[in-house]
């Protein structure tokens, strides 16, 4: 079985512009989570999607959003970029839902905001 | 004070050697995560336990809940285990970190 893939690995992008990172998750899997990775804040919950509706949100703001389509793959979408955004940001899929079930991780998408 | 706290931040052991890290929370928890990260990123999830303990191969890991507290042990250590080891707890519908222990074992 394929694991969990993040689309892109890399991506530079500049402060005011916006973003889309994609996560396949594992084939069966209705849970999508998303994580943030800094060096300062370490990981930080960012939102849960299940069956194509966010479930959990982490605190940050509005300019992160995300959605799930029917075939369980998700996409986040960071709007206005700021420098604070650099991070890598990684995905994880599970059964069904991550509170109860393992989460498998995809290998993040690193990006760096100039 | 974070909520979930790690210790030691930085381990350096030699091969064989028998390792413990440690987790302490501070928030009421419907379960706990050991997840260890390589360099490069990629994130493999150890355990998740609510209670009590389990084993998987070399790596034990612990909870008790009345304490607050959860440990990781790696029992006849090896280089590969080299890695950083984060505790993650749910929290109602939230889930911290901690900052990660980084493992380095040493032939």
């Known amino acids: 079985k394929a694991g969990v893939t993040q689309t892109p690995r890399y991506l530079i992008k500049t402060r005011g512009q916006q973003v889309t990172l994609s996560c396949s998750p594992i084939?069966?899997?209705?849970?999508v989570s998303w994580y943030q990775q800094t060096p300062g804040q370490g990981l930080q919950f960012l939102f849960e999607y299940f069956s194509e509706t966010q479930r959990n949100k982490g605190n940050f703001p509005g300019r992160f959003s995300g959605r799930q389509f029917s075939n369980s793959r998700s996409e986040m979408n960071v709007s206005t970029l700021e420098l604070g955004d650099s991070a890598l940001y990684l995905c994880?899929?599970?059964?069904?839902?991550?509170?109860?079930?393992?989460?498998?991780f995809g290998p993040g998408t690193r990006l760096t905001v100039l | 004070k974070n909520e979930v706290e790690q210790s030691p931040q930085n381990l350096t052991a030699q091969e064989g050697e028998f390792i413990t890290i440690n987790c302490s929370y501070s928030v009421g928890i419907s379960a706990l995560h050991w997840l260890q990260q390589h360099p490069g990123g990629g994130i493999v999830s150890l355990f998740m336990?609510?209670?009590g303990k389990k084993k998987h191969g070399r790596l034990i890991a612990t909870i008790n809940i009345q304490e607050k507290h959860s440990s990781l042990h790696i029992t006849a250590s090896h280089p590969r285990d080299s890695a950083v080891y984060i505790c993650a707890v749910n929290n109602n519908n939230d889930m911290r970190f901690g900052a990660g222990t980084r493992l380095t074992v040493k032939p």
């Open positions: 084939s069966g899997h209705r849970s």
């Open positions: 994880a899929s599970s059964l069904g839902g991550r509170i109860h079930n393992e989460q498998f």
């Open positions: 336990l609510s209670s």
